[in-house]
Structures are given as structure tokens and as C-alpha cells.
């Protein structure tokens, strides 16, 4: 891929020729011209000679594809740059291991007044437990340390940092020897990050800007909130981010609405939704999603924050002050006092103005065909994570493990949500999964139940426009004339349309169907490599080298 000028500057006009343009405008397309921040024509590469005088600048895409940018529609972006400069334990494959990376990064890191970590997953090691305190506490030399498992629904703490927190041992969650959950762990997460600097913040926001850049994500749904990180914390982050070239964040704070007054309070914080984390439940690794069962490998169901009466009244009151509302919701009985609670509210303020609204939930995994009936009568966004069935789906998973295997298999059921008409939007909700958006993309396409498994055109969709349709936008997300110039150049393989039907499949590949081909996702391919992503117009990232 070359450039004929100097790096474009602001709101020059750029034709883009040589490669593939993927637009639903013509599925042929080799080229395109962008102009003022916006696509102003995609077409063929024998048309693009009329713009090539006219234009400031020339990129020969040398065979490149050209999409839409992703967007990531589910995100903690200080804690995303905070695992990926800090303590990583993702990687980490038993439980004696973990510790030793824990004992490497404290000694090398001696000026950190809380050591912050993330990623482990006891289920993945042989010993199929957490560390105990006693083993922390040696591990980090007497540091404060906090460790979230890797869903963020729990924690495992140092004695040192309980010390900051002497209140946690009086609240719900506390153990003296497991992790913590609920308020516990909420009042110890606080405290941590709380001893991050505003610089050290600064940094974590930028390295995950730039990391989300480089993967092709020109926009990010930050999903902030009281009980997730703080107000400091959420507004630099949306100055950083509209003062800095970068993704664009579009801010959701998670707290209730229950008038005019706190709708008002939300807007001013910059969010465009009291919505995303705004707990319902936890997480099935934590065994603190809400069930209307208990656990398979445990005798508890899970714990509920709020009840359908707090949602119906949360979203009656979002609906009334034109602000969208949404919920964290992962268990079936979570699920269900959603879909209860926006019913009610619907009943209040009607159903037409709820469904305008374009409400969200996100990760909504454990539904049944009932609860996926009622998102599509209530217009509901399903702001979902296939990563995470790629993670912890399949007969010997995590969900296997949790829920026994025929409730697991009903888990993240995409191809359902689809076939009823809810409108899906993709994320990472990173770092609990790591921005990876043809990985995401793939996750759905190559589901672990093959029946929830949706073509990658559909998956392509709701990563990239899927996104923008969940902040209310239907005009963005896709390379058309007048759309915003949001895109990423790939180095690929050839493409292909790929759909869990074959008849499908060879249906949409024969040139006159005019479906346009995106890069083969099979298990095994090797996934497109950005060189250079591009947000309204301007580039805010280049591959070295390229």
C-alpha cells in the first residue's frame, strides 16, 4: 500500500483505488473517494481515473481491502490500558505459575502503591482453585495487591490492601479466605484504583486507544459507572479521547434514573446512556449470575441488584427524559425480570416511545425463546461478546462446568436473536476477552453450538454497524456515499462469503447475488492485518513499515 503525497492533513481529499471496497453501494468496488470527513463515492477502479486529478491525495491499495472500522461496543478502556502495561495473568496456565508472575511483577515494580492485576481463571488450571490470602500475601511481599478474576465479577486481594478497605469486611461479598464479590469487592476495587495516578491513567487510556487502533476499531462504547471505575476516571477519558487523535468513545454511565434531574446529571457527565454495567446480576464464572436454577457445581442461584420494579422504573423514567437506558444481564432469571421490568415500563409510557428509544442489554447469554420473543417485541439492542462462548463455551467448558451441558448449549444463541429481528451489537467487553474484532466476528461464525452459529456477513454487520445503530446512529458503520469516512485497510487472503448453510453459501458467492466477500474466518486462517485505520477522515494509525 503506498501513498502518493505526504500524510494527509485535516479534511483532505483522498482516492483510495487498487484493492476492495467493501459497500453495500456497489459490491464490486475497487475504489473510493473521501471528502470532508465523509465517503463521497465508492465505484470502480476504470471510474476512479475522473477523481484522480481533483483529489489531494492518492493511496494505491496495492489488492487491500478497505471496511468499515469496527466498533467495539463494550469496553473498560482504563482497565484494557492498565492489564496491557500492568500484571497480566491470562496467560498463566496453573495456579503456581500465578503466583510466581505475581512475585516477578512486585519486585520489579517497587514504587506502585497498589500492584493491579487481571485475567487468572482457576478454571483453566489443574488445581481448580484461586490463592488463597496467605499465598498472596507471600507472593506480593507484603504489597497491596488486587487480583480480578478474569469476568471482573470477583477478586482475589492481598492482606495489605484489606487494610486500606477495613469497612469491606462488614460488607456483602466478604470472605475471609475466597474472593470477594458484590459490595466487598466493589468497596476494595474502588480503593485500587483509586491509588492510580491521573497520569498512570492518562497512559492506560491512550495504550488501549492505540492498541484498539491498531486493530482496525475506529469507535468504543466506554461502559463507565459507580460501581466499575469513577466519575474522574470516565470524563478524562471522553476529554482525552475527543482532544487526541484516536477511536472516538462514545460514554455509558451506569446508574440509575429516577427523573429529569439525574437524566440531566448523565448528559453532563458526557454519556449518551444511563445504561451498559448497570448490574442486574454478575457472571457465571463467579457464580454470582442470577438463575432461576441453581449451579450445577454449586448450591447457590446466583445473586440479583436489581428487581423488575427498579428496571421497569429505571426505563420509564430513561424513556421519558429521551435518553436510552440498558442493564448488565447474564443469567436466565436476570433475563427474565429484565424483559418484565421494560414490559412494565412499556406499559407506562407505551410501547412505541420504548421502542424508539433502542434500549441495550448487554451480554444477555442465558436466553430462552420466550426472552428472545420479548426483546424483539421491546426493541432491544443484545450487546453481546462471542468471545466468550470461544472462551468458555463447548461440552468441557467453563459453562459446561457451571450449568451442567444442556443448559450450557442454550447460552449466546446469535442465530435466534437474528431470526426473531433484534438488532446485535459486537464487543469484547475488554479486557475480560481482549479486542480482537475478526476474532469476534469468527466466534459467532464458528459458534460451539452449532445452531446459535450466524454467517460472517452478519457477524461483520454487528461489529461495524451494528455498533453505531446502538448509540441511535443509522446513518454510519457502512463505506456508502455521505456516511462518516470510519475505515480500516487490511492485508488479506482472497475473499469468500461464508454462512452456516452451505446452499447459502454457494448461493451468495455466484457474482449475481452481489454479495460483496469478506476474508476467510475458518478455524485455522490466518486473521487480516490492519495497515491503517482511518476515524472521520483522519488517520490515527499506520502499521510500521507499511
Known amino acids: 500500500m503506498t501513498e502518493s503525497t505526504a500524510p494527509q492533513s485535516e479534511h483532505r481529499t483522498v482516492l483510495l483505488r487498487g484493492g476492495d471496497v467493501h459497500s453495500p453501494a456497489d459490491p464490486f468496488a475497487t475504489a473510493m473517494v473521501v471528502e ?43 482497565s484494557t490500558g492498565l492489564a496491557l502495561t500492568g500484571l497480566d495473568l491470562s496467560g498463566a496456565g496453573t495456579l503456581t505459575e500465578a503466583l510466581g508472575l505475581v512475585r516477578s511483577y512486585v519486585a520489579a515494580h517497587p514504587a506502585d502503591r497498589v500492584v493491579l492485576g ?75 484504583h483509586g491509588a492510580v495516578s491521573p497520569r498512570q491513567r492518562a497512559d492506560a487510556q491512550r495504550a488501549a486507544l492505540a492498541h484498539a487502533a491498531s486493530l482496525g476499531i475506529g469507535t468504543v462504547h466506554e461502559c463507565g459507572g459507580p460501581d466499575i471505575s469513577d466519575e474522574e476516571d470516565f470524563t478524562a477519558l471522553l476529554k482525552l479521547a475527543a482532544g487526541e487523535p484516536g477511536p472516538r468513545v462514545f460514554g455509558y454511565w451506569a446508574e440509575q434514573v429516577g427523573g429529569e434531574k439525574d437524566a440531566r446529571r448523565i448528559r453532563e457527565l458526557g454519556a449518551v446512556g444511563a445504561a451498559g454495567d448497570l448490574f442486574v446480576d454478575g457472571s457465571l464464572g463467579s457464580h454470582t449470575a442470577c438463575l432461576h436454577e441453581p449451579y450445577a457445581d454449586a448450591p447457590v442461584a446466583g445473586a440479583t441488584h436489581l428487581d ?13 427524559a429521551g435518553l436510552q437506558a440498558g442493564f448488565h444481564a447474564i443469567g436466565d432469571a436476570a433475563l427474565t ?11 407506562k409510557v407505551g410501547l412505541g416511545r420504548v421502542r424508539a428509544a433502542r434500549h441495550r442489554i448487554e451480554h444477555a447469554e442465558m436466553l430462552t425463546p ?17 468471545a466468550f462462548d470461544a472462551a468458555w463455551g463447548g461440552e468441557e467448558g467453563m459453562y459446561a462446568r457451571r450449568l451442567g451441558a444442556g443448559r450450557a448449549r442454550t447460552l449466546n444463541p446469535y442465530a435466534a436473536l437474528l431470526r426473531a429481528g433484534v438488532p446485535l451489537a459486537f464487543g469484547s467487553d475488554s ?6 474484532p475478526w476474532g469476534t466476528v469468527r466466534a459467532a461464525a464458528f459458534h460451539r453450538t452449532p445452531e446459535h452459529r450466524i454467517s460472517v456477513r452478519a457477524g461483520f454487520t454487528a461489529h461495524t454497524r451494528g455498533g453505531w445503530r446502538a448509540v441511535g446512529r443509522d446513518d454510519a458503520g457502512t463505506l456508502v456515499p455521505g456516511a462518516p469516512a470510519d475505515y480500516a485497510i487490511w492485508r ?24 460483496p466477500g469478506l476474508p ?27
Open 431 to 436: 479486557p475480560v476477552t481482549p479486542l480482537d
Open 36 to 78: 470532508r470527513g465523509h465517503v463521497a463515492w465508492v465505484g470502480s477502479e476504470g471510474a476512479a481515473d475522473a477523481f484522480a486529478s481533483g483529489v489531494d491525495d492518492v493511496i494505491d491499495l496495492d489488492g487491500a481491502l478497505v471496511t468499515p472500522a469496527f466498533t467495539d461496543a463494550h469496553v473498560h478502556t482504563t
Open 370 to 386: 420466550e426472552t428472545v420473543a420479548a426483546f424483539a417485541e421491546l426493541g432491544l439492542t443484545a450487546s453481546v461478546q462471542p
Open 118 to 192: 487481571h485475567g487468572w481463571d482457576a478454571t483453566r488450571w489443574p488445581e481448580q482453585r484461586p490463592p488463597t490470602r496467605g499465598e498472596l500475601d507471600e507472593a506480593a511481599g507484603g504489597r497491596a495487591v488486587y487480583l480480578p478474576r478474569i469476568d471482573v465479577h470477583s477478586a482475589v486481594v492481598t492482606t495489605a490492601l484489606l487494610d486500606l478497605v477495613p469497612q469491606a469486611a462488614s460488607l456483602a461479598g466478604y470472605r475471609p479466605d475466597a474472593p470477594l464479590t458484590g459490595a466487598a469487592h466493589h468497596a476494595v476495587r474502588a480503593a485500587a
Open 308 to 320: 423488575a420494579g427498579q428496571i421497569a422504573a429505571h426505563v420509564a423514567a430513561c424513556t421519558e
Open 492 to 515: 488479506t487472503e482472497e475473499l469468500v462469503v461464508q454462512a452456516p448453510d452451505d446452499r447459502v453459501a454457494r448461493w451468495s458467492t455466484d457474482p449475481r447475488s452481489g454479495t
Open 337 to 347: 425480570a429484565v424483559v418484565d421490568g421494560v414490559r412494565a415500563a412499556a406499559g
Open 520 to 546: 476467510d474466518l475458518s478455524p485455522g486462517a490466518e486473521l487480516p492485518v490492519c495497515l491503517r485505520t482511518v476515524v472521520f477522515g483522519q488517520t490515527v494509525y499506520v502499521r510500521p513499515n507499511e
